[in-house]
C-alpha cells in the first residue's frame, strides 16, 4: 500500500481527524509520507481519545488492518503505530488488538524496557 493511499484510508477511517487537525496540518503531513501522517497526527488524535473504548475498537482494527497488509503496511502497524504508542503509555488500545496486531506489539515490547502487563490485557 503506498502512502498516499494509507493515509487516504486512514482519514476515511477516522474523519473526525478532519475537524482535529487542520486542512494544512493533513495536507503537510501527508506529503511527507505514510509515518508522519500516522506518528504525528493520528497518534496525537489517539492520545486524546483513549478513554473513548469505542475510538480505541476503531484504531485496534485499523492497526490490524495494516498488521495483515502488505509488508509497507505491517511496518507502519508496527514502527509507526504500536512503537509510538508503547513509548507513549497509549496502552488503551491493547485489549482490541487482533492476533497479527497483537504478535507486531510482542515484538515491539520486547524492545522496549516497559512493564508489559498493560500491554498484556484481553478484551472484557
Same mark, same amino acid.
Not at 477511517?13 to 511527507?32: C, I, V, W
Not at 506518528?39 to 482494527?61: G, I, P, T, Y
Not at 504500536?82 to 497483537?102: F, I, K, M, Y
Given at each position: 500500500?503506498?502512502?498516499?493511499? &494509507?493515509? @487516504? =484510508?486512514?482519514?476515511?477511517?477516522?474523519?473526525?481527524? /478532519?475537524? *482535529?487537525?487542520?486542512?494544512? $496540518? !493533513? #495536507?503537510?503531513?501527508?506529503?511527507?509520507?505514510?509515518?508522519?501522517?500516522?506518528?504525528?497526527?493520528?497518534?496525537?488524535? &489517539?492520545? @486524546? =481519545?483513549?478513554?473513548?473504548?469505542?475510538?480505541?475498537? /476503531?484504531? *485496534?482494527?485499523?492497526?490490524? $488492518? !495494516? #498488521?495483515?497488509?502488505?509488508?509497507?503496511?505491517?511496518?507502519?502497524?508496527?514502527?509507526?503505530?504500536?512503537?509510538?504508542? &508503547?513509548?507513549?503509555?497509549?496502552?488503551?488500545?491493547?485489549?482490541?488488538?487482533?492476533?497479527?496486531?497483537?504478535?507486531?506489539?510482542?515484538?515491539?515490547?520486547?524492545?522496549?524496557?516497559v512493564d508489559p502487563a498493560p500491554w498484556k490485557r484481553q478484551r472484557p
Open positions: 500500500m503506498d502512502s498516499s493511499s &494509507v493515509n @487516504a =484510508r486512514c482519514l476515511a477511517l477516522f474523519p473526525e481527524m /478532519r475537524g *482535529a487537525f487542520s486542512a494544512a $496540518e !493533513l #495536507a503537510n503531513s501527508a506529503a511527507d509520507g505514510a509515518y508522519i501522517l500516522h506518528e504525528d497526527l493520528f497518534m496525537k488524535f &489517539v492520545a @486524546a =481519545r483513549q478513554s473513548d473504548e469505542l475510538m480505541m475498537r /476503531r484504531v *485496534a482494527a485499523y492497526v490490524e $488492518e !495494516l #498488521a495483515t497488509g502488505d509488508q509497507d503496511a505491517a511496518n507502519l502497524a508496527e514502527i509507526g503505530l504500536l512503537e509510538h504508542a &508503547v513509548s507513549n503509555d497509549l496502552h488503551g488500545v491493547a485489549p482490541h488488538l487482533g492476533p497479527t496486531s497483537r504478535y507486531l506489539l510482542e515484538r515491539v515490547l520486547s524492545r522496549f524496557d
